[in-house]
């Protein structure tokens, strides 16, 4: 059985990247997160973020995260992509308007960079420069309006050709919320509509919560039009558990894992131990494309944690 | 026009200009412990209102709150549309206009000719800081005056 | 044989003391040398062949080549992109930042991104206004502006930090450049501008396009009164005229070209104008060459990396300077 309606590539012409394959094929995916480091410097790139390679089946760059200024998520990405590692390019809208943008998505697609992820971006405010100029020049929707024109027309959006042009796998963020009687995922629909191809959400820890919020992508017909990869990630301690319940907009651990985070002699491996479970649940959940793992510099507790759930093994022959 | 016309005139009246800013801002500076009493968060308001009447009248100021007038001539160069403050871009037309807005002056063709009536002039050789986007629409007179007084203050407090 | 160790195929090279870079350009530069730098035109392509072919043509007869950022407001591959490409191959960079769609957060990034890719050297720009471009809707974002880009720029390098304060691990090693254009107004502020932009970190500058010598030799006086020829290396940028119709076209429409009459009269009395263009571009070369305090000679012509190719090797300013050694193909899956 294969898990997805979505098999057929709309595009089938372009090279896919190996995320993109491993959705199509119906295997469960696996996305990590790195950070890049605050060097001019290649070498702390991978020192991050090598960890992953063969494990990750694509690995997001973020870009500029918590607003403040880090190595370029482009020059990290072109970095991993050279070392083997398949990078997810995060584009936020903060810091560049729609031609710097649009540079970028084309260095990417040269530097064997196969998929885009357009986000908002953290205001300004948040992080340590904020009198910096925030741009906003266009929002993330256009920016994904822009990569599919880029991608299936072969031009910029003043119709200025580009030969050839660049295979992308178009992605966004979500966020699951408990389904309210009523509720319509309007949001991720603009969102496929735009030209998402797959979208990545914050962290779920409440697999039923998950489960009403699936199935009513479902009934909208959400799930034959886009890949969904859960956010999941190791929790280092249950007060880190408690601090993102606090902190992190959308994210409610449930109270029994911040109990058993609470109740470990070792929380830290605690923490290791419930992702992998819940990675084993969500890889039966029909509707899930994938996880995807965050955790901030913790690159390698998240190796551990793929290496540990036995995912990889279980996969269909590529 | 009119307003255009006006920035003209402020900055052919550089050197006047120059005088009289420089007596308002003794006394706003002694006026310190004044402003102290009524609290700058109070006067913030109020005063940034009467800033940006006067300076939108004579600089078509963009109340950026940190003004550098003195160092520009008397030609605001929030008004060059690609913001610089340091020196004209390199696509000034051959007569002297904006690349941008052809039938604008160029501000900092101005703000050279403002420069060289002025006593203190020479200022337009000082590299003028990016941008506090977080300052914009807030009083530059305030921010002088808590700063200079403050400056003043600080090496008497450690000498007593 | 003995290789010139100037044209060592690999940037960047091992660093010597008193260096900012590890780049052949400031080798080049500090050795006294007439320093020539070419432009290359970024591919409307998301194939690293396009940039690798160009930039071949180039590098045998540079010392350094041009990677610009959207300029004209048009986008193409961005210059990081083309610069990450450029130095896995090993070809020695100018890569090229304006202020116009990057705030001061996404720049900061791309400088270290730049760095760790290879980069040596960084040109900060201003940038052409949006309106210039086929997308002039798009938000000009001038966070910073040039000078306060520079300045920005070696603080990061010189004192490993970001604006913020925030430390840097690793500081990118990089000769910082800008721009002058001495042909545009107001002319008697211009050389006082270059010393503002030396004193906000300028190493090295490269001027728009110069076909009005008198100008140029006004301007360098100046620059010699103020001694700023020994702060910064200073490189003069010319390019050949394709016909007097082209030059007519790029006065009124490329901002701040200034082409004296003259020369578009001397273009169109030619027989053959295309090559009048090249033969005048060559004189300038050579007359440039002359002028005390004139460190080298910027390349550029659109899309015609060939053209620029043969103006520098007919100038013989290369002359008795062997030319670099092809560079590096890269293996076909380290770009793929």
């Known amino acids: ?318 | 026009m009119g307003m255009y016309a006006v920035r003209l005139w402020s900055v052919r009246h550089s050197r006047l200009l120059e005088s009289f800013y420089q007596g308002f801002e003794r006394i706003i500076v002694r006026l310190d412990p004044l402003w102290k009493r009524i609290g700058y968060e109070r006067l913030e308001q109020p005063v940034a209102a009467v800033e940006r009447q006067v300076k939108g009248l004579l600089f078509d100021c963009q109340m950026c709150g940190q003004c550098a007038l003195s160092s520009t001539g008397m030609s605001c160069p929030m008004n060059c549309p690609k913001n610089l403050r340091n020196g004209p871009c390199g696509g000034v037309r051959a007569n002297g206009h904006c690349e941008v807005k052809p039938e604008m002056k160029c501000v900092w063709v101005k703000a050279w000719e403002g420069s060289q009536q002025m006593l203190e002039g020479k200022a337009i050789l000082d590299v003028q800081k990016p941008v506090d986007n977080t300052l914009k629409g807030h009083s530059s007179w305030l921010r002088v005056a808590r700063e200079k007084a403050g400056a003043r203050a600080q090496p008497e407090g450690r000498a007593s | 044989m003995i290789v010139d160790p100037l044209y060592d195929p690999g940037d960047p090279l091992p660093p010597l003391p008193g260096h900012s870079s590890r780049g052949r350009l400031e080798r080049v530069l500090r050795s006294g040398k007439f320093a020539v730098t070419a432009e290359l035109n970024p591919p409307d392509s998301a194939d690293p062949r396009e940039v690798f072919e160009r930039a071949l043509v180039l590098s045998e007869v540079c010392d350094a080549i041009n990677a610009t950022d959207a300029s004209g407001a048009n986008t193409h591959m961005s210059s990081v992109g083309i610069c990450s490409l450029l130095t896995r191959a090993g070809y020695a960079v100018i890569m090229q930042i304006s202020c116009r769609d990057r705030n001061r957060i996404a720049i900061q990034g791309d400088v270290l991104g730049a760095a760790a890719m290879g980069v040596s050297n960084i040109l900060c720009l201003t940038g052409d206004g949006v309106q210039a471009g086929d997308q002039p809707g798009a938000k000009p974002v001038f966070d910073l502006d040039s000078t306060s880009l520079l300045e920005t720029i070696r603080t990061m390098r010189d004192e490993k930090r970001f604006l913020s304060g925030r430390k840097i691990t690793v500081p990118p090693a990089v000769l910082l450049g800008a721009a002058a254009n001495p042909f545009a107004p107001p002319y008697d502020y211009r050389p006082i501008h270059l010393g503002k932009k030396v004193a906000a970190g300028a190493q090295f500058i490269q001027t728009q396009y110069c076909y009005d010598i008198p100008l140029l030799e006004r301007f360098m006086a100046r620059v010699r009164d103020l001694d700023l020829h020994k702060k910064c290396f200073i490189l003069v940028g010319v390019g050949p005229l394709a016909s007097a119709k082209t030059a007519r076209w790029m006065r009124t429409n490329v901002p701040g070209v200034h082409i004296p009459d003259q020369v578009i009269a001397r273009l169109e009395g030619a027989q053959k104008q295309k090559l009048e263009g090249k033969n005048l571009c060559i004189e300038l070369i050579q007359q440039i060459r002359e002028i005390e305090g004139v460190a080298g000679v910027h390349v550029m012509a659109y899309r015609q990396e060939e053209l620029v190719s043969d103006v520098i090797s007919a100038s013989g300013i290369m002359k008795n300077r062997q030319p670099r050694p092809q560079a590096r193909r890269p293996a076909k899956e380290r770009i793929a």
């Not at chain 1, 898990?3 to 094929?25: I, P």
């Not at chain 1, 607003?67 to 070392?83: G, I, K, V």
């Not at chain 1, 914050?202 to 890949?227: I, K, N």
């Open chain 1, 1 to 318: 059985m294969t898990r997805h309606a979505l098999t057929a590539d709309r595009t089938a012409t372009r090279a896919r990247g190996r995320l993109e394959a491993v959705l199509r094929r119906g295997d469960f995916a696996l996305t990590a997160e790195t950070s890049p480091p605050d060097a001019g410097a290649p070498a702390p790139v991978l020192a991050r973020g090598g960890c992953l390679k063969g494990l990750a089946d694509a690995v997001n760059v973020t870009d500029g995260a918590g607003a403040r200024a880090h190595m370029s998520a482009l020059a990290a990405a072109a970095l991993l992509a050279r070392d083997g590692i398949e990078p997810v390019l995060q584009f936020t809208m903060r810091d560049r308007n729609r031609l710097a943008l649009q540079g970028d998505i084309l260095g990417a697609a040269a530097l064997g960079i196969p998929n885009i992820l357009c986000l908002h971006g953290d205001d300004v405010a948040t992080g340590d420069q904020p009198e910096a100029k925030p741009v906003y020049d266009i929002d993330s929707r256009e920016l994904m309006r822009t990569a599919r024109r880029m991608r299936d027309e072969g031009t910029f959006p003043s119709g200025r050709p580009i030969e050839p042009r660049p295979a992308l796998f178009i992605g966004a963020a979500d966020r699951p919320t408990d389904p309210k009687p009523g509720w319509k995922p309007d949001a991720l629909l603009a969102k496929i509509d735009a030209g998402a191809d797959f979208v990545q959400t914050q962290y779920c820890f409440d697999m039923d919560l998950l489960r009403r919020y699936l199935a009513r992508l479902a009934d909208h017909g959400v799930l034959e039009r886009l890949f969904v990869i859960v956010g999941i990630g190791p929790i280092a301690s249950a007060k880190s558990a408690r601090w993102m319940n606090e902190n992190l907009f959308g994210v409610q651990i449930p109270e029994e894992i911040v109990r058993r985070l609470d109740g470990a002699r070792d929380q830290q491996a605690e923490g290791r131990r419930i992702c992998v479970e819940l990675l084993q649940e969500l890889s039966e959940i029909d509707g899930v494309g994938g996880a995807h793992l965050m955790a901030p510099r913790q690159e390698e507790a998240i190796a551990e944690v793929i290496a540990d759930s036995g995912l990889l093994s279980r996969r269909s022959a590529a």
